[in-house]
């Protein structure tokens, strides 16, 4: 091994050691005592609108969803049919499973039988297996939240016209149910449903927030927690939700027309390889054969992939923005 490579390798390490201690690095020292802080101020304060405020992060704190409800294998599962019941098409975990068994299978053999290579076949089958099965979930899980955020607004505005009118708010959650089709209607039927059983309001918009794990519904959840605490308007209290979640609806647009462009500059980078490697395989099989039977150049296709998932990871977070 000759100095360069030696230099290469450092470099890379050193790149792969940053890497990880920015994603598991912990929170600063000044963030944590200036929250300790606030935290003593909010307690000892004699202000209203301090009091409204340490009510608001405690209602916050006690509504954290926990995603696992115990340690163990169990838990995973547990997260998994989660993830299933969020895309709302009722697949179950044996259906998932079946299919990521049959893609990895399907995909190794198909590749042993072209190549000759059962190593790559197992790391092409076991990647295809476990990634297109959960990028399939996860897509259907962002179109239905995407269609919830989408609707929301309305129900909140439906609300407010019912409790205008004299309604009950658990009536005016039966009519949301009924009126508005879509993601936002079966939640609220949920929600209705298990009122009906003897649930309280409370709990059964909690199981629907720590279900649906959205910042909207959230704050939905925690606005009816502080006017119960501290009275008011709720029908003036929800129009202002509705508007706040109508302008934050507006700003997710406009940061997705800015970073269309960065986002478009990632797929074209990122697919380029894989495309340049095709058209040169169509052309001369012999020439980039040895990829799938000499060791070495496997081990340099799976470095050059790490890296790759290392970079289009980078990019995304560059253009991923919290509203």
Known sequence: MN???????GVGAGLVLLLMGLALGGPSASREASRRLQTVRFRHS???VDKVEAQYRKAVANRKPTTFKKAGSGSRLEALALRLHQTGKGWTLSQYVYLSVGLALGITLLIFIK???????????????AGIPHWMVGRAI????NGFVAKFPDALELLVRGLR????????????????????????????????????MEESLQESANRLDMAEFSFFCITLAIQRET???????????????????????KIAAMSSESKASAY????????VF???????????????????????GIGGLVWLGIGAWIMKQMVNFEI
């Open 231 to 253: 009275g008011g308007n709720l029908a003036e209290t929800l129009a202002n939700l509705a508007d706040v979640l109508r302008k934050r609806a507006q700003m997710k647009l």
């Open 115 to 129: 190549t000759g290579s059962l190593l790559l076949g197992l790391g092409v089958g076991v990647l295809v297996g």
């Open 46 to 48: 004699e202000s209203a």
């Open 142 to 145: 962002n179109k239905r939240k």
């Open 165 to 200: 009118s004299g309604l009950p708010i658990t009536e005016t959650l039966g009519v949301v149910a009924h009126e508005l089709p879509g993601p936002v209607g079966e939640e609220f039927k949920l929600v209705t449903d298990r009122i009906k059983v003897g649930r309280t």
């Open 268 to 275: 074209i980078v990122g697919s380029l390889p894989f495309i």
């Open 3 to 9: 100095v360069m490579q030696l230099v290469i390798l």
């Open 278 to 300: 095709a058209l040169i395989y169509s052309i001369n099989p012999r020439y980039l054969g040895q990829f799938f039977v000499d060791e070495r150049l496997i081990i340099a």
